[in-house]
């Protein structure tokens, strides 16, 4: 119960501190704000004018002029709160009377004085806050390019050659001045600090810090490890299950042993107990530590090299082991040389010129070597997918830019050769932590809403998702996180190459707050809000235009037609209400909209009249969508499948793969068969005839046993059987028959003509030629051939010639049924 109310306070407190940061904001005035920006940007104009400050007091000065500019920017903001409705009031009372008009009432040019007077003390809060928001901004280019000068000048320092002996004896003698210098820093924190007998409360303290730590520690790493890490028990764990054991066993291998550590040099500093080169050498030490541990614990929890069905990096089980040794080797070299470089700056200020060149040549030699260990292919699968032809070359600009940087140390810029190296390495552990990172997200995500995921059917029930639903859903959460891991992986990026963050920070907001070109201000936040706000108009839409046409209009008695009518009529509005908002929150000129209508008026009047024709009728197919991509339409001339569906046409593919563009105006105007509009179940016919005599209700039943056979026929609605008529020559069924997809139709109709052929065989039923009776009338005097036949030089009068030439028919003699 305590800590319920506990965090219920601490939850009100976060709530309300921002309130009370703004409460104690409005309680100076604008006056004193003001004085305080002008001292702020006085103050960081005569550090940046007197001396070079520190790091550290750089970036105590940038967080200076953040903060001004984000007062600045809080002032501008309410200035144009106060100014709107002003602006409204003047524009409520109106101009004042011109020369020669009556005088308005005295109170109402008191008014209009007051209101003027108010706008003038708003309008210029605002251009102070501006004027100081630009300032800032210019202090803050200029530090940046300062700190890219020195960058630069850095870089491009020349220190002694690595070739000259002399370089390489004096290294030698100033190495054993650090190196003694960092064995006598304990010795000098041992002389200096207290006394432990005289003292040992605060050692005692730091001893138990160390022991409480690592008591805790080590079990929950056991613990971890054991319930979530990898398990050789497993044969065949799932992809998000690998991934899970990565980042566990990782951070179990890495960061928790350090905690004791960690907590040891934290309670001897915090207390003062450590002090001097030696807490500095500790500190760095334990970064050094943190650092190779968590590069080697992931990469070998990666690579897996002893349990492969645990491995997420595709490679050969002799690759896993040899970048599993490689990387680890490279961390191991990397923390050693680094401890080097951390006691070089700690024991020596300036730098010893000849053994800086001299020691970041032997280390950027020594880590190049063992980076191009971890490059052959043989190593890599083929990379496949999305950048996979950039692969080749990217492997030939790591390979350069490995062999230039110990080059570029030899020739004396150490300092050069060490970024070149420095930023690769930076940029390969940025790109692996972001895709392990992507890999997590989205198989979380994947896990979430997909069928496969193990808790996708508790999302989908509580938030009421169908599977189709969670799929679009995961894709644009997918895309939303791919977009924001590359803009913060470029904003890194950028840091690491020597873009100051200062810099970077003033872009960022420049970009996301807006900024002009041609005098119209962008800002991808405002373009953000107006797509929100159109789709949640165009929600909104639907949800009117379902509540019409499925609660509100079937109570009245208009005609269906009217109803849909106004369904439509309401889906029109919405679209047109949903674009004026949307432009309203981009804060785009309605006058501009103007005059490119008018404009695009006169054009119609000039020849455009069918452009136009066809570009209103592309909006409303793309709006009302009686035809979309993928239907199945039959024109006037033209059948195929839609494939694309334009402002002005629409792409046809007939099933002779042949492309028709067709005019929007035409699928608007004139009659159009969508076999797919509403559903893609279709139905077939099959017309047969049977000799007369056949068992009727036999036929029926064989024709339905047809179609209920076949595994594409619906059962609802279930297929049927007609007689249709008593044919000249046969009695005459029509099967009918309900197809699920329009993709089978054509083939479910020719199966089911084999079937109805198949049975009728197997079961002797015929299906007869069309027959006709046939009156032979002979003149006089002509010969009758035998069984009452014409001879052969006798044309029967009323009968039909056969294919060869004969007379087409049945018994001619009989003259049943008289001439037909």
Known sequence: MFARLAFCALAVFVLLLPFSATAQEQTRSFDEISASWQETLEAVREELADTAPSPARIAELQGDLNRLIGEADAAERRALAELTPLGQERDALGPPPAEG???????????????????????????????????????????????????????????????????????????????????????????????????????????????????????????????????????????????????VDGAADALLPLLALAALAGALIGQGLLTGDFAE???????????????????????????????????????????????????????????????????????????????????????????????????????????????????????????????TALAGYAFLGGFLLSRLVFFALLLGGLLLLRAIVREGLEQLLTPEGSWSGVVMRSSGLSEQGARVLLFWISLAIDAALVLGSLYLLLNLLGVPSALLN?????????????????????????????????????????????????????????????????????????????????GLDLSNIAIIAGALSVGIGFGLREVVNNFVSGLLLLIERPVKVGDWIVTAGHEGMVKHISVRATEIETFDRASVILPNSELITQPVTNWTHKNRVARTTVKVGVAYGSDTQLVHDLLLSCAQEHPDVLDTPAAYVLFRNFGDSALEFELRAYVRDT????????????????????????????????????????????????????APRGGEVGPEGGAEGGDGGSGEGGDR
């Open 506 to 586: 003033l872009w960022t907001r420049e970009i996301v707050t807006g900024f002009e070109i041609g005098g119209l201000t962008i800002s991808p936040l405002d373009f953000v809000l107006a797509v929100v706000i159109f789709l949640l108009a165009l929600a909104a839409t639907g949800v009117v235009k379902r509540l019409l046409s499925d609660r509100l209009l079937p109570q009245t008695r208009l005609d269906v037609g009217v109803r849909h009518s106004i369904v439509a009529a309401s889906g029109y509005v919405g679209v047109i209400l949903a674009l004026l908002l949307g432009i309203a929150a981009l």
């Open 101 to 247: 008009e009556p005088d308005e009432r005295p109170e109402i040019t008191e008014a209009r004085r007051d209101i003027q007077e108010r706008i003038a003390v708003f309008e210029a809060r605002l251009r102070q806050a501006q004027l100081a928001e630009t300032q800032a901004n210019v202090l803050l280019r200029d530090i940046s390019r300062a700190q890219q000068e020195e960058l630069t000048a850095e870089l491009l320092t020349l220190f002694p050659s690595p070739l000259e002996p002399q370089t390489w004896l004096d290294a030698f003698g100033q190495a054993v001045t650090v190196l003694g210098r960092a064995l006598a820093a304990p010795l000098e924190w041992y002389g200096e600090a207290p006394s432990i007998t005289s003292q040992p409360g605060p050692y005692f303290l730091a001893v138990l810090a160390f022991l409480l730590a690592g008591v805790l520690a080590w079990p929950v790493r056991l613990f971890l490890k054991d319930r979530f890490g990898r398990d050789s028990a497993i044969s065949d764990p799932s992809y998000a299950r690998r991934l899970l054991a990565v980042v």
């Open 743 to 794: 993709d089978y139709y054509l083939r479910v109709g020719s199966d089911l003509h084999f079937a109805v052929d198949r049975v009728f065989r197997e079961h002797k039923i015929t299906i007869p030629f069309p027959q006709r009776d046939l009156h032979i009338v002979t003149a006089p005097g002509h010969a009758v051939a035998p069984h009452g036949g014409p001879t052969a030089a006798t």
């Open 281 to 407: 050498l500790i500190a760095a030490g334990l970064r050094i530590l943190a650092f190779f541990l968590l590069v080697a614990g992931l990469a070998r929890a990666a690579l897996s090299p002893k349990l492969p069905a645990w491995r997420i990096v595709p490679t050969s089980p002799d690759g896993a082991v040899a970048l599993a040794n490689g990387i680890t080797a490279f961390a191991a070299v990397n923390a050693l040389f680094s401890f080097g470089w951390a006691t070089i700056d700690i024991t020596m200020t300036p730098r010893p010129e000849a053994l800086v060149s001299v020691f970041l040549l032997i280390a950027i030699t020594v880590v190049t070597i063992l980076l191009m260990g971890l490059l052959p292919s043989r190593f890599w699968p083929e990379a496949k997918g999305i950048g996979s032809s950039y692969w080749p070359a990217a492997r030939l600009l790591i390979w350069l830019l490995l062999i230039a940087a110990p080059l």
